[in-house]
């Protein structure tokens, strides 16, 4: 599984028990992208795109479609 997957994993697990329909949900999760961007600047970004590429049928880096 490559790196970016993986990631995307744990943060999906992390995310999975927060309610955003609550008050301390949507505190908690601007509390923690905010944690995400200040240790790894631009990634969440990186990670949007790389979403809206596969939305649009961009092929994964080295695969040869």
Same mark, same amino acid.
């Given at each position: 599984?490559?790196?970016?997957?993986?990631?995307?994993?744990?943060?999906?697990?992390?995310?999975?028990?927060?309610?955003?329909? =609550?008050?301390?949900? /949507? +505190?908690?999760?601007?509390? !923690? &992208? =905010?944690?995400?961007? /200040? +240790?790894?600047?631009?990634? !969440? &970004?990186?990670?949007?795109? /790389?979403?809206?590429?596969?939305?649009?049928?961009?092929?994964?880096?080295?695969?040869?479609?």
């Amino acid at each position: 599984m490559p790196v970016e997957d993986r990631i995307a994993a744990r943060l999906l697990e992390a995310l999975a028990g927060l309610d955003l329909t =609550s008050a301390d949900g /949507r +505190a908690g999760i601007h509390t !923690l &992208l =905010s944690e995400i961007e /200040r +240790a790894c600047p631009g990634v !969440l &970004l990186q990670q949007a795109a /790389r979403m809206e590429l596969r939305a649009v049928g961009w092929p994964r880096p080295g695969t040869d479609r």
